[in-house]
């Protein structure tokens, strides 16, 4: 199990010097210039004893080089692409101050979680260490069958056929390459797999923008028949109206009498007559009794 302390905390740095130099020594974290936070907030020390995979084994290893045990901060990948946890962690393996000194090596990788990535990184950095001190490591030592990687963190294989090394440093040698292998693919992974994420959150922004844009389209719709239905009915009404007027004009028609000839009466008779008269009078024709114009 994997334990971790806050970053404000003072930590003590478990001893890694045989002579015991760095020993109960308090190292507070944000007082150290070399170790700025920033947005890491977790932190491993591997120490003598633990049972997390590599922990023990990497600080037995640095005391007997009077080296410092490597530090480990990690700080949680934060993006909106990620539905799983993504982990930065950095690795600082600290130079050695005693002669022949060596200088600090500071490196940062992603894991897929907090916890395997500690212990990924844990492996990564005794490889370093053990090829980076191998001249000042007994050669009759166990330490020397461990796997090696190179500062840029490469796996160092035996050149040729390997004649002449024990089966124990021959797998060790090919166990350490086929993690390195591991890894690689392991980021590859998790590179195409938030590369495809990206790709589906893109897809289903656009999925929703054109959803919405055919919920606002489909509202339209749904308003132009509402309208449609309005005018429909009005129509029918206006029509319904028109035909009531025809028929009650066509009632109306049936109801007006013809009209007969227009009666004479005797006022109209005698004017008539005295018309007649005149006229003869004018025209000096005499007329008989009956109002005729006698005939010469």
């Known amino acids: 199990m994997v334990t971790t302390v806050e970053m404000s905390e003072k930590v003590a740095i478990p001893s890694t010097a045989s002579d015991g130099a760095y020993r109960n020594t308090d190292f507070t974290l944000l007082g150290n210039p070399k170790r700025k936070m920033g947005t890491f907030t977790k932190l491993w020390v591997p120490y003598p004893e633990d049972d997390t995979p590599f922990s023990d084994t990497l600080s037995r290893v640095c005391r007997s080089l009077s080296i410092r045990a490597p530090m480990f901060r990690g700080r949680a990948v934060i993006s909106d692409v990620h539905t799983v946890e993504r982990w930065e962690i950095?690795?600082?393996?600290?130079?050695?101050?005693?002669?022949?000194?060596?200088?600090?090596?500071?490196?940062?990788?992603?894991?897929?979680?907090?916890?395997?990535?500690?212990?990924?990184?844990?492996?990564?950095a005794l490889a370093r260490i053990v090829y980076r001190y191998r001249n000042d490591i007994d050669e009759d030592s166990d330490i020397q069958h461990f796997g090696h990687r190179s500062s840029a963190g490469f796996?160092?294989?035996?050149?040729?056929?390997?004649?002449?090394?024990?089966?124990?440093?021959?797998?060790?040698?090919?166990?350490?390459?086929?993690?390195?292998?591991?890894?690689?693919?392991?980021?590859l992974e998790m590179k195409d797999c938030d590369l495809i994420k990206q790709i589906l959150q893109e897809n289903n922004l656009k999925y929703y923008e054109m959803k919405e844009q055919r919920d606002e389209l489909d509202a339209e719709v749904v308003q132009l028949?509402?309208?449609?239905?309005?005018?429909?009915?009005?129509?029918?009404?206006?029509?319904?109206?028109?035909?009531?007027?025809?028929?009650?004009?066509?009632?109306?028609?049936?109801?007006?009498?013809?009209?007969?000839?227009?009666?004479?009466?005797?006022?109209?008779?005698?004017?008539?007559?005295?018309?007649?008269?005149?006229?003869?009078?004018e025209e000096g024709s005499p007329l008989s009794h009956d109002g005729a114009v006698k005939r010469r």
């Open 225 to 281: 028949k509402t309208d449609n239905e309005k005018l429909q009915d009005e129509t029918f009404k206006q029509q319904a109206i028109i035909l009531a007027l025809q028929a009650q004009c066509a009632h109306l028609v049936k109801q007006i009498p013809s009209s007969p000839p227009h009666p004479v009466t005797q006022e109209a008779q005698m004017e008539e007559e005295n018309n007649l008269k005149r006229k003869a009078t």
């Open 155 to 187: 796996c160092i294989r035996t050149k040729g056929n390997r004649e002449g090394m024990t089966w124990t440093a021959i797998q060790f040698e090919d166990m350490e390459r086929y993690a390195q292998k591991m890894e690689h693919h392991l980021r």
């Open 90 to 124: 950095e690795t600082t393996i600290e130079g050695r101050l005693v002669q022949p000194a060596t200088d600090t090596v500071v490196y940062l990788k992603t894991y897929p979680d907090w916890e395997d990535g500690v212990v990924m990184a844990m492996q990564e």
